[in-house]
């Protein structure tokens, strides 16, 4: 049971953890905490929190749990202003997309070490639209939530993190930093960079009013996750650079590989990725729950 | 009114044509032709047809509609089994994703000239689901057909296949054969090499079940089309060959410089791309069906 639970960035993701907590019995009081004065009075209208305040450093000054649901760019901010104002139960986890960043932030605003009470976790889940009215108590159901704690933290931390989360019906893994943001590089944030990339080439060719409109069905479901936030990409592109940009290359290359493939008509070749492809598709990703949208 | 329909090919786009057309009360007689005896047998069961031949020739022979729905590779052998066999009155059509490979087999097969009543169609429509099993009457309902006659072609012809995709509900349009194969590689072609490359390129990694099992919503939806025929994919890659070869290596190009981007920390390059997909996408891609599947 949470006593008092602080939510610094009360919006889809935020939001959706202290619903799902109220909804499971699971909280006290919720705090949220945020630059949105409008969005925060909506967050109270909704009965999403109980309380608002404006600086991160109130909010946690009395919380048993803090819930940081920023964009990455701005996790650094709000480690600066709760440096010093956190009760000495207090435990903090967030949700941002890269590991390896926040843990960075973390070193250098707390002095080298990774404080033993921030639990860098990662829940799987999300939908391309965002904000406080956006958000709903199911969002988390059997979801992965990825907690990436690192020799510094303390391990009845994690505890109280990872039963957080399952009470709101996910489950709960650990993985170093390094290799969660490897394998969200290749299972999110690729694929974000394909569908990203795509539309704006498709918007860039002569006649591009034309080629959408004999865009299908599928064409649809592929660039639905091109209608995420630029800038939360763009922050976890930043974030991510090393991992994410090795692979896109790697990628390209192989795309101009299959350009060759195609060229030289090898249909041997072609039968064999494709087949390839169906079936790894077929063998790992029918098993998944169906979307509720992007990542 | 179509007196007698023959559909070479009655799988899931032949099959649901036929359907289609009896459930508008447009078409007497519906005669199927295939190569498999027991998908024709379970087209007969389910009332698609009303009877069936082994022989496009014999299918052809007292038709005044023909629809060739077989795979691409395929195409030039139907043409040369219907030669000499159809009715002066008979006006042929066919489903292929690729228009030019088409053309180019008639014109070998029909001796330098596409006959006047061939008329060469494409309807932008489909699930990843193949065989007369997966077939439905609503599949054209709201769909787009694109029809590409060439300077020998009949206009009576074209007008008569006009008339029967829209007693189906689908919306018709002319363009040439060449635009035809440049818009296709662009929203269908190309959207599904994408697909393939990275569900290959995600098999292929070290620990690829685990990176699998955290593939979450957005990359089920992404990869989906992964799942659809690969022989039919790689037919339509050699029909297209050029079109899409050229398209596939630009996007190696331009993913191998969003790269260099997101390596250099470039935050405002990366969220113009960002933002400029995005609002195409909104722009353009949000006025489009549901999805029912796979192009």
């Given at each position: 049971?949470?006593?008092?639970?602080?939510?610094?960035?009360?919006?889809?993701?935020?939001?959706?953890?202290?619903?799902?907590?109220?909804?499971?019995?699971?909280?006290?009081?919720?705090?949220?905490?945020?630059?949105?004065?409008?969005?925060?009075?909506?967050?109270?209208?909704?009965?999403?929190?109980?309380?608002?305040?404006?600086?991160?450093?109130?909010?946690?000054?009395?919380?048993?749990?803090?819930?940081?649901?920023?964009?990455?760019?701005?996790?650094?901010?709000?480690?600066?202003?709760?440096?010093?104002?956190?009760?000495?139960?207090?435990?903090?986890?967030?949700?941002?997309?890269?590991?390896?960043?926040?843990?960075?932030?973390?070193?250098?605003?707390?002095?080298?070490?990774?404080?033993?009470?921030?639990?860098?976790?990662?829940?799987?889940?999300?939908?391309?639209?965002?904000?406080?009215?956006?958000?709903?108590?199911?969002?988390?159901?059997?979801?992965?939530?990825?907690?990436?704690?690192?020799?510094?933290?303390?391990?009845?931390?994690?505890?109280?993190?990872?039963?957080?989360?399952?009470?709101?019906?996910?489950?709960?893994?650990?993985?170093?930093?390094?290799?969660?943001?490897?394998?969200?590089?290749?299972?999110?944030?690729?694929?974000?960079?394909?569908?990203?990339?795509?539309?704006?080439?498709?918007?860039?060719?002569?006649?591009?009013?034309?080629?959408?409109?004999?865009?299908?069905?599928?064409?649809?479901?592929?660039?639905?996750?091109?209608?995420?936030?630029?800038?939360?990409?763009?922050?976890i592109c930043l974030a991510n650079a090393e991992?994410?940009?090795?692979?896109?290359?790697?990628?390209?290359?192989?795309?101009?590989?299959?350009?060759?493939?195609?060229?030289?008509?090898?249909?041997?070749?072609?039968?064999?990725?494709?087949?390839?492809?169906?079936?790894?598709?077929?063998?790992?990703?029918?098993?998944?729950?169906?979307?509720t949208g992007a990542d």
């Open positions: 049971m949470i006593e008092r639970l602080a939510v610094i960035g009360v919006g889809l993701i935020g939001g959706s953890l202290a619903r799902a907590l109220r909804a499971a019995d699971a909280v006290g009081e919720v705090i949220g905490c945020g630059r949105s004065l409008e969005n925060l009075k909506l967050a109270l209208e909704l009965g999403v929190i109980d309380d608002y305040v404006l600086e991160p450093g109130d909010a946690v000054a009395d919380a048993d749990m803090v819930f940081i649901a920023v964009p990455l760019g701005a996790i650094a901010g709000v480690f600066a202003k709760i440096k010093g104002r956190l009760p000495a139960r207090a435990v903090v986890t967030d949700g941002g997309s890269v590991k390896g960043s926040v843990v960075s932030d973390a070193r250098r605003v707390f002095g080298g070490n990774v404080p033993s009470w921030l639990v860098p976790g990662h829940p799987i889940a999300g939908t391309e639209r965002s904000g406080v009215g956006s958000s709903f108590p199911d969002l988390y159901q059997n979801r992965r939530v990825i907690l990436t704690p690192v020799p510094e933290t303390d391990p009845g931390a994690v505890a109280r993190v990872r039963a957080m989360w399952e009470q709101v019906g996910s489950e709960v893994t650990e993985m170093s930093v390094e290799h969660h943001d490897e394998v969200l590089a290749a299972t999110s944030h690729l694929p974000h960079m394909l569908a990203f990339g795509l539309v704006d080439a498709l918007a860039r060719m002569r006649s591009n009013d034309e080629i959408f409109r004999y865009a299908a069905g599928g064409f649809r479901d592929f660039t639905r996750i091109a209608s995420s936030s630029p800038e939360m990409w763009r922050d991992a994410l940009s090795g692979m896109l290359s790697r990628f390209g290359d192989e795309m101009n590989e299959l350009s060759n493939t195609i060229r030289s008509a090898d249909a041997d070749a072609l039968l064999s990725i494709f087949e390839r492809a169906r079936a790894a598709r077929e063998r790992y990703v029918d098993g998944l729950e169906p979307s």
